[in-house]
């Protein structure tokens, strides 16, 4: 059983920064697909940012395209996203999952991922 815990979420002012970690337990870490996906009230959970299985990628969303950087410690099995010039649309809950066989842009569909940690609130508002 792979368990994921998000943290660093909170309130930031638009043009903000937050940086938002995820500490994983599984022991194949650094092989697994792994990424950041979101979902805002009303909406659909959509992937933010993601590496694909045999460190593929990483890959993004148009919307976090320059903004967002996603990257991993495989040392520390922690998963990170360092969040810039934060918008209010970028409000939402961030959660992190995994799976072990994702290849390519298909580690932002969030349907394809198993594990999943409980998430983090992130509010951009004045």
């Known amino acids: 059983q792979v368990q994921l815990v998000e943290s660093g979420g909170g309130l930031v002012q638009p043009g903000g920064s937050l940086r938002l970690s995820c500490a994983a337990s599984?022991?194949?870490?650094?092989?697994?697909?792994m990424g950041w996906y979101r979902q805002a009230l009303g909406k659909e959970r959509e992937g933010v940012s993601c590496?694909?299985?045999?460190?593929?990628?990483?890959f993004y969303a148009d919307s976090v395209k320059g903004r967002f950087t996603i990257s991993r410690d495989n040392a520390r099995q922690t998963l990170y996203l360092q969040m810039n010039s934060l918008e209010p649309d970028d409000t939402a809950v961030y959660y992190c999952?995994?799976?072990?066989?994702?290849?390519?842009?298909?580690?932002?569909?969030?349907?394809?991922?198993?594990?999943w940690g409980k998430g983090t609130l992130v509010t951009v508002s004045s």
């Open positions: 999952a995994t799976n072990p066989v994702l290849y390519g842009r298909n580690c932002l569909e969030p349907g394809g991922l198993e594990y």
């Open positions: 599984n022991s194949i870490f650094s092989t697994v697909a």
């Open positions: 590496f694909s299985s045999l460190g593929g990628g990483p």
